[in-house]
């Protein structure tokens, strides 16, 4: 194998390069030899993070070259060693040599010297500028001369640098064209390089799922390697947290952060990993964590004389210290100088720099100051998406501050609608639901404003305007895929393995891992889904929700600054009635779930009061709203954070028949909702219960026509398959809510858990469905102010009315209740007036009474 094939292979297949080197140097070779097999060693250990080694070898390489009198060969060697340099922090030295070797050259030696000149100046050092020509001449030198893998690395470092720049189009077709090149050549290592490097170009368009598809594209080719590849995990980073999705960003970062530091690796890649690691940890809530991380990074940026680098650190420290309360002049004075810098080095950051520094000059009472910052980040209103949100953010707060209320609240409708517009490039329920937490603050502002004023319908309005968001965005079914089928049939398989006892002999260690790997799996497979532009949901009005209600009355909830505020819609008027603290109705709605629990399992020496804990609910939940309503039925729009709450158990609820919606607008939608042009009833009856299949064999009789799934006939596509389109589905079933990720809540059928993944599959959602399972109607708060769970998938995709419970039930005494709301839907009721004459003919006994009080009628 000779000098170039070696150096391919360090890039292809660096392991074997390795080996092959390692055997080379074993057998007494030639001067030219060893310069080869160093050199190849040393490229291995520099791309695997091994930077002290690297510097090592390619020292021993240059020194064998220059024995074996082979100019060509030293230069290029000495190029690498110059890189090798700059990447452990002696950026003088590193491109002191980078500019010997490149001086007076011209040809296709010229153009591999450029190339690791360009990723100097570029992606370590951020001078675009110098590092764009240098990659103009690079892909001159190298275009057309048969040598697809330099040819190939031209383009992709041209890319690089345009992307930095913003050209983003012109970088993707250098992406696209040097993955060609590289899966031609067998360069596996770079051909993933440059695939995760789309994801980056990806992101910065702003189409999220694509970006999340090439960064899971290059990490199972890296993972095939055994490649630690830190730019993969810097993008992945930084895409996962732009969607908001905490929980996975910090796992991902943190696995390389250990990685790099227990082999004591490249200083450069440590600190553009401590970078990242800082912002997860922000993003998670962990302040103190990141303000270490961003600190550390900082720090060695400045070593290794990177300021762009450093200054990005220094922004996302000062970021962490405001949002732990800092508010000090010293970081009034750092967050000026850091938003000079930025403006010469990033545009786009810049803006996020000065809408910090303005709003730390507000917060310390200097006005002037504070326009000054926040007029500048609001130009950028009119750039890239992330500084766009920046820009809107700014000068609804320059507006805010300077009283112009009207300004104020254009600028918070131009925001919401921007992000409205990026959320519809997102397919996935999880990342629509968690984007929504980008408009939070504009919503706040608007909010507290409408709220000081005291005007009613203005509360409303803004209350409605970022509520339930996802919802009124048509759904996007997941891309047909066998392989995600085949995904969720393999989990479904497991975990019934797992519930039932089997393999007992492999312990269950094995098997949970399993699982969660297979829950990661179908995440990443759904996450990808593009998203879809359709046409934009009608505007909320306050009077066509009055013109609707007829004898309704309607209360929505919302929370301003931890205090609860109650719109209440009726008579024709709408009116404005203060609550109190939310945490106060929080602290009560848990003392209620926990009686409600208590009571269904009959257990306890004394019976608790439902009577005065429903009360002492209502009066932090209501307040005075109850002189406001109508004498007829309710509906009920509760927080995020309240959704969960048994309204019956309410004294001045309890024999109103109430409905909960997560909007008003929601409910609107729903009540009109057309139903299907057949009436087709499906019975499903679960495994294990304790009444056995009698609830679902006394609702056949009552449905004679009605198709009825059980004793091993209630597997997962038999539901789906009746399901779809159906007029109205009871499923007499186990359910299962999970907190941690709430789209893998599940009803447990013959053969395992139907996911909401499952769900998201149907093409039309059942009209009504009633879940007489335990904890059915939780969902897990999320983004601004939306749901994710069972419930809230089946009314994202369509159904206009579900009946479910908020916390497990007492299976016998549940299947009299359902009979009763049956008979009382084929009399014609809606869901809110079925479920309330049920309850009332259900008996006063204790569980009887509980599990009455354990269900609520969501839509219409």
Partial sequence: MDADELQALALSRPADALRIARDVLANSPSDADAAAAHQAAGVVHRDFGDIREAVTELKAAYRHARRAADPDREAEILASLGVALVMAGHTDRGLAALDSVVSGRTGVLAGRILIRRVWVRGALLGRYAEALADAEQAVAFLSDTGDLVWEARALTHRAMVLLAMGAIDRADEDYARSEELFAKSGQQVEYADTRQARGAAAFARGDLPTALLYLDDAQRVVDELGVLEPDLFDNKCLVLLAVCLTDAAPTEINSALDRIEQQRGSTVRRAELLYCAGLAAHAAGALDLAENRSRDAMKLFRRQQRPWWAARAELALLQSRFAGGDRTARLLRTGQRVSAELDGLDPDLAAEAHLLTGRIALARSVPAEARLHLEIAAGARSRGLRARGAGWLAQATLHQGEGRSRAMLAACRQGLSLIELYIRTLGATELRVLATAQGAELAAIALRYAVQR???????????????????IPPVRPQADDGLVADLAALRSLTHRLEAGYDHRLGSGPLHRERRRLESVVRRRVLVTPGTTGDRPDQFRSGDLLDQLGNRSLVELTDVDDQLYAMVAAHGRVHLQPVGPTSLATHRLSHALFALRREATGRGTHQLDLDAIGARLEEALLGKVIKHLDDGPVVVVPTGRLHAVPWSLLPSLRHRPTSVAPSAAAWLRARNAVPPSTERVVLIGGPQLSTGLEEVRQLSEMYPDAVVLTEGDATAEAVLDAMDGASLVHVAAHGTFRADSPLFSALELD???????DLERLERAPHRVVLSSCSSALGGPSGADELLGLV?????????????????????????????????????????DALAQARASAGDGRTARTAAQSFIALGA
């Avoid at 053969?751 to 993944?757: A, E, Q, R």
């Fill in 454 to 472: 005291g005007n009613a319908r203005q509360v409303l309005a803004w209350s409605e305007r970022w509520r339930a968001t996802v919802l009124a």
């Fill in 751 to 757: 053969d395992g858990p139907l996911t909401v993944y």
């Fill in 792 to 832: 809230s998938a089946l009314v994202a995709l369509g159904s206009s009315g579900v009946v479910a419970s908020v916390v497990p039930v007492n299976d016998p005494a549940t299947v009299p209740l359902m009979l009763g709301l049956h008979g009382r839907l084929r009399a014609g009721d809606d869901l809110a």
